[in-house]
């Protein structure tokens, strides 16, 4: 195929990042007729450019505020046309459709606009651009002949190109630029998709009017992301790797954070910061979770996030080393101080919504530790995805949002004021846990630990275990302590054994067909226990 130059070109862009110096290049250096539309064609003028108004070109105003205005067969057959057909030319001759031969778009900012706080569905509709997705898709359709460009960071190798061409663009390029733009309208498509599926009741049964028909999942998911960077390698050393931003994340999510500083995020970086930042948001008070694999082997509220981090620090000071910190406050000199000189703490990754500008410059001593600015705190995705062999699995993210008016105590025995405050930490921690889990606590800080089991009677002597030794290391009687578990007790064993470790109080969902033998037991050691009527597994 003999590539033809670039002749005609169509400007339409709401990043304007850029264009006035790349059309002024089109039509100085190659002689290309521009035709623009309503702001792009006033900026282009205001820049020097000597552009068409789109209205001029179709002979038919722009109307009905803008949102009519490139849907006109004489933009879409000019682009549409084959060039080696010669019934298309003919058919162009004859309807007066010139060739266009390149299209330069950028949509309407649909994603920006609804990831406003106060954004209203209205406006949320008016940004949702109609004619920019289809000049895009026509130009990629015939990107034999036709260059389409979606993205700013394309013009000076595109001007390169021409240069070395006689004005052309080569085939490769054109498919290249063609799969960039179909990728973006799909992008785009799903965004939306993805916003109406958030603000638009669809009834499980789609031909029943009856209101009082729960909602669903929608039938068809649709799930996009941009590659934000690769990954060193995945899991494991022998696995590649990548992350994708998804369109929808939250403001203050681990995917918006920023990294003021360290090495580059591993894959389990990731694993692992998500886990410690989820856990953490769960507190209103100041709190620290010390996360490592996928586990928080320390966790504390305090007054201060300085005194949570070293009541944290000390639930498992072995486990903390090389662990992931996660703090709900700003991070003052004094909680890096603590960690990076008293307690000489290797820490991977510390996240939180901001950092003092002198436990920055702390923090900037050691080089390597990743530190991610999230900029504030809200509750994350509303969804959970995860993959399986060649399918995914979507739920509702879990969180601890039972009102304790609402607990059951079925003991003879209630927890005091000081139990309840504890159980409910240790409640909020407890999810954190991999199931089968059981977390002892004490002041409100998790100090006994058993994660993943697979039965709950060796989660439960672990996180007993856990909890005397650290008991013994703070100096503390190991008594008064309470226990929380993700899910009911099958058996009295539970019960009966963290009796002999000193547990006064225990907060779990109930639900056992034996829970009369877990009752029983705690009223035989004298233990208050709270049914919360909610599991909290984390697999």
Known sequence: ???????????????????????????????VEVISTGGTAKELAAGGAHVKPIEDYTGFPEMMGGRVKTLHPLVHGGLLCRRDNPQDMADAKANGVNMIDMVVVSLYEFEKTVAKPNVTFSDAIEHIDIGGPSMLRSAAKNNDFVTVVSDPQDYDPILSEMRANGGATTLATRRRLALKAFTMTAKYDAAISSYLADHVAVPQAASSLDSSVEFSFPELLTITAAKQQSLRYGENPQQSAAVYHLGNASAHSLG?????????????????????WTAVREFDEPAVIILKHQNPCGSA?????????????????????????????????????????????????????????????????????????????DKGVSLEIRSIDGALLVQETDRVDEDPASFTVPTKRKPTDSEMDDLLFSWKVCKAVKSNAILVAKNRAGIGMGPGQ??????????????????????????????????????????DLMARHGVAAIIQPGGSIRDNESIAACDEHGIAMVFTGKRHFRH
């Not at 992931?324 to 406050?329: H, K, L, P, Y």
């Open 1 to 31: 195929m003999t590539e033809r130059p670039i002749k005609r070109a169509l400007v339409s862009v709401t990043n304007k990042a850029g264009v006035v110096d790349f059309v002024k290049t089109l039509e100085d250096e190659f002689g």
């Open 256 to 276: 918006m954070a920023r990294q003021i500083q360290g090495k580059q995020l591993s894959y389990n970086n990731f694993l692992d910061a998500d886990a410690a």
């Open 301 to 377: 509220v305090a007054h201060d996030v300085t005194q949570a981090y070293d009541r944290a620090f000390q639930c498992d000071p072995i486990s903390a080393f090389g662990g992931i910190i996660a703090v709900n406050r700003e991070v003052p000199l004094s909680l890096v101080e603590h960690f990076a000189d008293n307690n000489k703490q290797f820490v991977e990754v510390l996240i939180a919504p901001s950092f003092s500008s002198d436990a920055l410059a702390r923090l900037a001593r050691r080089k390597n530790l990743r530190v991610l600015e999230t900029g504030g705190i």
């Open 454 to 495: 697979p039965n709950r009677v060796d989660s439960a002597q672990l996180a007993c275990e856990r909890a005397e030794k650290t008991c013994d290391r703070m100096g503390v009687a190991a008594e008064g302590l309470v226990a929380a578990s993700d899910a009911f007790f099958p058996f009295r064993d539970c019960v």
